[in-house]
Structures are given as structure tokens and as C-alpha cells.
């Protein structure tokens, strides 16, 4: 996903701003980005201060972004700055394609009642339903469906095949993966003598402003209010958010985790692949969740949290599952050796 475009490595450095203390060779033209090793002519890789020094000095890439200490080791133009990742992401965003042609493309369907910015671009096999409210400079991708009524603010990108239910609502600058799905119906159900009945789900969905969601993340309308996640979330593909779920600003959550009803989620955590929280549990700010670790209470200190077992033999596994059941047996003998020692003691 690059244009055909040449920049000087000073004008690439000028787009991260703050980050870079100066530019060595700043003449040189770049026409791309790539890996550090083994590098690409007029290309520029980057390199933290972890990265060995050897990849530095065998590097092909035309020019380095990275520390200054690492710059001492190779010759090569470079973007001398203090957090060589973070600039980097700046420099790499000069190669994203442009945003495709302003206007409703051929093959998609716009209902008269809504409303869609002139500099929006809703591309092939999209579907813009009755009401709904597309702003400036949001592209709507091929096949994606913008349901009735639902708000998506400016600059936004929806993707591929991506559904945005009735009850939605997108801040600005919001990024969609192909494939999620944003207002379905949640999990609620109540047994009424003859089996499970749905409870009406009658909430939306509100995503604050510069929220990422990956691929096939699905995430619930609301029961009654609204599940919301608010600004500067970044969602992973493949993630489950359930009804009336809150997620604070600036939170992380990797993929294939999976949150059930009514989670309040707080500012600044950090959720690895695959935990899994119950619902109706509260976690405060700053909570760093591992990878696969489970959450049946609240969280209520902020802090790094895991369960689970790393992986072992099986027939060791088998052994530990043993006196896991054992466990309970073994609780009652101490408990009656306890009461028979009380009573020696008070006899």
C-alpha cells in the first residue's frame, strides 16, 4: 500500500517532529520503507536501541532511523531521534496510499435520506441505508453496510465487509478491519419455563474518537444503554465485546479475547491474546492483563495480573489434575485435625 512518491530523507523527518534531534544526509531520496536486515536500496528501516549493531553496519537500506548511539556505528544517512519507533511510524505513514477518489463509485447503494459528505468516498458494493450519516473525508469500503440512522464521524475508514448495525455511532479519525461487525444483537437471554427467551437488546453501540478495530472483532449493541468504548482504544482482529461493555481511553486489547456483558473496563490497560473476563466485573485503570489470563472478579488495584499454567508433559499434567481433586479431601482431614487439636487444647 504505497505511492510511487520520492521524499528527501528531511522532509521524512519533518513529519515526526519533536522525536528527531537532527538528520544526517537529509539530501538522500527515499522512496520506500522496509526491514532493517537485509534492507532495501532507497529504502529507510529503522533500529531502537535494542537492535543489535551488527544488522546497522550490514544493512542495505539507504538510511537508518535510530538512536544516537547506534548512529555511531554505521556512516549511512540517518534520522538521529530519541524513540526511533515512534518516529518511524511517522515516516512510514508519507508511503500509505491516498485515499481513493471523493464521490459514491458505481455499484453502490445510497438511500435518499442520507447523508454523505461530498469529500467521502463510498466505494463499490457499499450499502448506505436510510438516515444514515457519512462525514467528510470517511471512506466506506467495497461491501461494507453503514446501517439506518448510524453516525460515522469525519476521517474515519470502514473496511471491507464490514456491518455497522442501527444504534451506531463512530467518533472522528475510527478505523475499521474488513470483516467486524459493530451492533449486533448481545448474548441476553432469560429462561421462562419453556426455554431461553432473547431480552430486548434496545442499547447502541458509541465508539469514540481515533479508535482502532481489527478484523472480525465483533462488538454488541447494548440491552438497555449503550456499550461504549471510548477514545484512543486499539482493538486486535478476531476480538468479542459483549453488551453494555465500557472500555476506557487508551486501552489495548490483543486478539481472540473474548469480553462478556456489562465489563467496565478502565483507562490505560493492557489485555494480552485471549483473556477472558466475566460478566458484570469491574477493572480499574492501569490493569496489565497477560496473555490468557481468565477474570471471574473484580480487578480493583492497578497492577499485572495472569493466570494459567505454562504448558508441561502430559503425564505430569495428568499428576497435577490428580491432586487438584484430591485437594478437597485433603482440606477436610485438616480441618477435623484442627477441631481435634481445639479440643485437646481446651480439655
Request: hydrophobic share 40%; aromatic share 4%.
Amino acid at each position: 500500500m504505497r505511492e510511487n512518491n520520492s521524499f528527501t530523507l528531511d522532509e521524512l523527518a519533518a513529519r515526526a517532529g519533536e522525536y528527531v534531534t537532527c538528520v544526517r544526509g537529509g539530501q538522500v531520496l527515499i522512496s520506500d520503507v522496509c526491514a532493517l536486515y537485509p534492507g532495501q536500496m532507497n529504502a529507510v528501516a529503522f533500529a531502537d536501541a535494542g537492535t543489535r549493531r551488527a544488522l546497522l553496519v550490514q544493512t542495505a537500506a539507504a538510511a537508518v532511523v535510530t538512536t544516537s548511539e547506534q548512529a555511531e556505528v554505521t556512516d549511512k544517512p540517518a534520522v538521529i531521534c530519541t524513540h526511533p519507533r515512534e518516529t518511524f511510524v511517522h515516516i512510514a505513514s508519507a508511503f500509505e496510499l491516498s485515499p481513493p477518489v471523493a464521490g459514491v463509485a458505481d455499484g453502490a447503494r445510497v438511500a435518499p435520506s442520507a447523508r454523505v459528505a461530498s469529500n467521502a468516498a463510498i466505494r463499490t458494493g457499499a450499502v448506505i441505508e436510510a438516515g444514515a450519516v457519512i462525514g467528510p473525508a470517511t471512506i466506506v469500503e467495497t461491501n461494507a453496510v453503514v446501517g439506518r440512522e448510524v453516525v460515522v464521524g469525519e476521517g474515519c475508514y470502514v473496511g471491507r465487509g464490514v456491518v455497522l448495525e442501527p444504534g451506531v455511532r463512530l467518533g472522528c479519525s475510527v478505523t475499521i478491519g474488513p470483516g467486524a461487525v459493530l451492533g449486533a444483537r448481545g448474548f441476553g437471554l432469560v429462561e421462562d419455563g419453556s426455554g431461553w427467551r432473547g431480552m430486548p437488546q434496545l442499547g447502541g453501540v458509541f465508539i469514540g474518537d481515533s479508535v482502532e478495530i481489527g478484523a472480525n472483532t465483533t462488538i454488541d449493541r447494548g440491552a438497555l444503554d449503550d456499550t461504549r468504548i471510548q477514545d484512543r482504544v486499539c482493538i486486535d482482529n478476531q476480538v468479542h465485546i459483549g453488551h453494555n461493555v465500557y472500555v476506557g481511553g487508551r486501552t489495548l486489547i490483543a486478539g481472540c479475547t473474548g469480553i462478556a456483558g456489562s465489563v467496565t473496563i478502565g483507562a490505560d490497560c493492557r489485555l494480552g491474546g485471549g483473556v477472558g473476563i466475566s460478566d458484570h466485573v469491574t477493572i480499574a485503570d492501569g490493569v496489565w492483563l497477560t496473555a490468557g489470563t481468565l477474570v471471574p472478579s473484580d480487578i480493583p488495584t492497578a497492577g499485572v495480573y495472569s493466570t494459567g499454567l505454562k504448558p508441561m508433559p502430559v503425564r505430569a499434567w495428568w499428576r497435577c489434575v490428580a491432586g487438584l481433586r484430591r485437594l478437597d479431601r485433603l482440606d477436610r482431614r485438616v480441618r477435623h485435625l484442627e477441631a481435634s487439636l481445639r479440643t485437646n487444647r481446651d480439655s
